[in-house]
């Protein structure tokens, strides 16, 4: 099942134009304005996703750090948010642990809706009932900045590889 988000509308001042490919062969512009948003402090952002990865339920702290409207996201794949910096072997790393039954914990940048982005420390988890997968859940926390920088420069690296 692939489902083709639009287009990310320009944002009013300096961006940069990207182009990126899902794993389903979808495409969709989007625009980087390399503005960081603070993740809010004592907050975590929750979403479910069904098998395909499509978002089933978000919580307010979601909408409010993305920018999108709870209408905007249900339905849609969780990956809107991708951010042009992300590699794409570590949503295949993700997607793997994930199917394979087991939680997988990394770092993601995220792309909001107006072009500025945020970072996360995620927790993605399958939801098992009755012995059979039905979906997942990711809980995202604050990560600190030590370890963003990390994950800045392993990231780099990775994309120059692909």
Not at 71 to 78: A, M, N, R, S
Not at 136 to 148: A, E, H, L, M, Q
């Amino acid at each position: 099942m692939s489902i083709q988000l639009e287009d990310m509308a320009k944002p009013a001042g300096d961006a940069t134009e990207h182009t990126l490919t899902f794993f389903d062969g979808t495409t969709r512009t989007v625009y980087d304005t390399g503005v960081e948003r603070p993740f809010p402090d004592g907050r975590l952002i929750v979403s479910r996703t069904d098998l395909d990865g499509i978002l089933t339920h978000v919580n307010d702290a979601f909408v409010e750090i993305s920018g999108y409207t709870e209408d905007e996201l249900i339905g849609k794949p969780q990956h809107i948010l991708r951010h042009p910096d992300m590699p794409k072997a570590a949503y295949a790393d993700l997607w793997a642990t994930v199917k394979a039954g087991n939680k997988w914990h990394g770092y993601v940048k995220n792309l909001c809706k107006d072009g500025s982005h945020y970072w996360v420390y995620a927790t993605v988890v399958p939801n098992v009932r009755r012995g059979k997968t039905v979906g997942y859940t990711s809980v995202r926390r604050k990560p600190s900045r030590s370890k963003i920088e990390a994950a800045t420069a392993q990231y780099f690296t990775m994309k120059g590889a692909e």
